[in-house]
């Protein structure tokens, strides 16, 4: 819906949807970067077909591929979505903050081009991931282990 409204507002040329759409363009980016950072600063908090996915990632989140994140917010979601919605709010937030704007209707590396305040926009981009990935291993790092029968033997 943010990426069907911001597209839209692409059609009347007002600074405003200019900045919209670098907001919703950067916010969108945040998830699979977030994640993908996650995985590599505290890898024992993921399974291994999570590392994978957070390999992946680096480069989903760098398209604008935000799908990347969904495996994450699959296996994981009252951790992840809070987490990732706190890293794209504060990069939306200082994207606006920033006067930051796009002129295209898609995002991630191939549009860079088109990107005012470029530098503006990557401060914006780092700091929401740097925040969804610390508030995902903060979030990870506080689960109990599910309570075992006694008696039961786990399988290593």
Do not use: C
């Not at 401060?123 to 969804?132: I, P, Y």
């Amino acid at each position: 819906a943010a990426y069907a409204f911001a597209t839209a507002g692409l059609s009347i040329a007002e600074p405003a949807s200019l900045r919209i759409m670098a907001a919703v363009m950067a916010a969108g980016m945040v998830p699979p970067l977030a994640m993908a950072l996650a995985t590599t600063l505290r890898p024992k908090l993921f399974s291994e077909p999570e590392r994978e996915n957070g390999r992946a990632a680096w480069l989903l989140g760098a398209s604008f591929i935000s799908e990347g994140a969904i495996p994450f917010a699959a296996a994981d979601p009252f951790r992840v979505i809070p987490s990732m919605m706190a890293g794209g709010a504060l990069t939306g937030a200082l994207i606006m903050a920033f006067d930051v704007t796009l002129k295209a209707p898609h995002g991630g590396i191939f549009v860079f081009f088109a990107i005012g305040h470029l530098i503006w926009f990557l401060v914006a981009l780092a700091a929401g991931t740097v925040v969804g990935a610390l508030a995902v291993i903060a979030a990870k790092q506080f689960v109990r282990p599910a309570p075992t029968p006694e008696g039961a033997v786990h399988a290593q």
